[in-house]
Nanobody, 123 residues
Framework: VQLQASGGGLVQAGGSLRLSCVAS????????VAWFRQAPGKERDFVAA???????GYAGSVKGRFTISRDKDKNTVYLQMYSLEPEDAAVYYC??????????????????WGQGTQVTVSS
């Protein structure tokens, strides 16, 4: 499967962005799709996931500020980000897989990854 992530950019602190992850080759509604992020010099961290059944889960640091959703017709998963903070700056990656829901934050359990989209937040 190919995943194409887009929507990153430069935003001021407190601003919003919406990231998109378009999948080809697999129906996003049959898998768990997640967003991860990686800042320079840091590990890749889980951000949010949406399961095949529509369940959603978030990292504590983004809960209440970020929303993950999907459009089955467009085979696309979105990450709407509000109230962005400088600490949110990173390259954001989408990934697809079938981890057990309790293991959704484990990057190693995802089959395929998008190329990443840069989010920069100015203070």
């Amino acid at each position: 499967v190919q995943l194409q992530a887009s929507g990153g950019g430069l935003v001021q602190a407190g601003g919003s962005l919406r990231l998109s992850c378009v999948a080809s080759g697999r129906a996003v509604s049959r898998y768990t799709v997640a967003w991860f992020r990686q800042a320079p010099g840091k590990e890749r961290d889980f951000v949010a996931a949406i399961s095949w059944s529509g369940d959603t889960g978030y990292a504590g640091s983004v809960k209440g500020r970020f929303t993950i959703s999907r459009d089955k017709d467009k085979n696309t998963v979105y990450l709407q980000m509000y109230s962005l903070e400088p600490e949110d700056a990173a390259v954001y990656y989408c990934a697809i897989g079938r981890p057990a829901w309790g293991s959704r934050s484990a990057a190693a359990l995802y089959y395929d990854w998008g190329q990443g989209t840069q989010v920069t937040v100015s203070s």
